[in-house]
């Protein structure tokens, strides 16, 4: 059984039995095969992925919106003339602190918000270099999800570990992100 086989066993592993009555397991593609029929990758000397900036930027406008809604909704309990039923401060002023917080960090974590460099050297994911020559294979992993499909940058090195990135906040294609990854291991590897 190969590399990818026996992670993509491992995940399977790894599913609820909700996802595995729905058939949700995932599909993990060698870069070298997204690549196929794509065109070359920009020829630059270094190459940093960033997470979106619109993307990050729409999440910190939500949490403004919910925090801004939070925050009037504590002011209205206090008002007299304005006051709601204390039923929908029970409901919506939890509701509302958790959804600002959590589109809060989904801009700061670390398991989102973090740069991928890659170079003739190798790659750099989370400030961890790893050159070329301790990986074995890169892949791209798609997880279905409730609302659409979840992805990530799947590294099998020499040592016999695998590391997964997730893509959440990346607007690169799968495609577009592989064909980078392969031209650079093409260079780092002669």
Request: net charge positive.
């Amino acid at each position: 059984m190969g590399l990818i086989e026996e992670f993509t066993e491992s995940e399977k592993q790894r599913l609820n039995w909700l996802q595995k009555l729905s058939a949700n397991y995932p599909d993990v593609t060698e870069t070298r095969l997204l690549t196929r029929g794509y065109a070359e990758a920009e020829k630059k000397p270094d190459r940093i992925i960033r997470p979106s900036l619109v993307r990050r930027a729409l999440y910190f406008l939500v949490f403004l919106v919910t925090f801004i809604s939070w925050l009037y909704l504590l002011w209205t309990l206090g008002s007299h003339r304005d006051r709601a039923p204390l039923g929908v401060y029970l409901v919506f002023v939890p509701f509302m602190l958790f959804a600002s917080v959590s589109f809060l960090l989904v801009n700061f974590l670390k398991s989102y918000s973090y740069t991928i460099g890659i170079n003739a050297s190798g790659m750099t994911i989370r400030g961890i270099f790893m050159a070329w020559g301790e990986i074995l294979e890169t892949a791209i992993m798609r997880q279905p999800q409730a609302r659409g499909v979840a992805r990530f940058l799947v590294i099998f090195q020499r040592d016999g570990s695998a590391g997964k990135s997730d893509l959440y906040l990346f607007s690169i294609s799968d495609r577009k992100l592989a064909a980078v990854v392969e031209y650079y291991k093409g260079q780092g590897l002669r």
